[in-house]
């Protein structure tokens, strides 16, 4: 028992020795990817739910994560934001290419950081709503439950996946004066994935155009945590694996 003890109580200064970002976006301009460290980090007593997010076209991950960031730190997630290109996106392979980025960036974090990978939640934003989705729907066992803001579309040849919406949960926020993806289409994306099996919440924003607002993503985090609780709840309950 003595031995344990001391074995265990360096390798966490070790860890948060090198884990000094807590509260802050640090970004990784090799990999593609940005995150942000919640000050929950500080405790070290349990793992993290991690959020990965995969902002608009044409915005950088380290500027996406300043409008998940506050609520990502009062509800204690990890977010690793994904620097995409969306034109690039032509075949299956492209979608592949990206669900490997995520895989092997929270393999590199993960080195660092006390998170929980196995079961993750994935967010995005107007095209990185629709590739959400394409990736959720790709890859059920990977993702936890789904959000996307502005961004209701199903594209990438994704309905051909929607069997794999059942039980999963999603979330979409839409504005009601989206010009860009008009809010119709967001509607026609929640009626596909609940005739998949899919559980989906819908919030729909008045006067809300495709840019929404902060509190959108604030909405969408507190719902994550939500899921969480449910999740860490049966996992926790009796019989549980």
Partial sequence: MFFVFFLVVPALFLAEARAPYNGQIVEDSERG????VPYAQTAMRSKLP?????PGKGLKSKNDLKLWSKAANENGFFVMGMDIDYSAIKKENDLRRIQFRITDG?????SVYNLRTEKIYLAGSSAGGATA???SLRYPDEYQAVG?????SMQFNSSLYLINAEKKQF?????????SIPIGIAYETQKELEQGGG???FLKIPNGEHALPVFSYEALVQWFAFQENLFQGAQSAPGAA
């Avoid at 990817?33 to 942000?36: E, L």
């Avoid at 996307?148 to 209701?152: A, T």
């Avoid at 979330?171 to 010009?179: A, E, L, R, T, Y």
């Fill in 33 to 36: 990817y940005s995150y942000f």
């Fill in 50 to 54: 991690v959020l990965v997010s995969l």
């Fill in 106 to 110: 929270l393999k590199q974090v993960s």
């Fill in 133 to 135: 989705l394409a990736l």
């Fill in 148 to 152: 996307v803001i502005g961004g209701g």
């Fill in 171 to 179: 979330f979409i926020i839409h504005g009601d004066h989206d010009s």
């Fill in 199 to 201: 559980n989906v919440k």
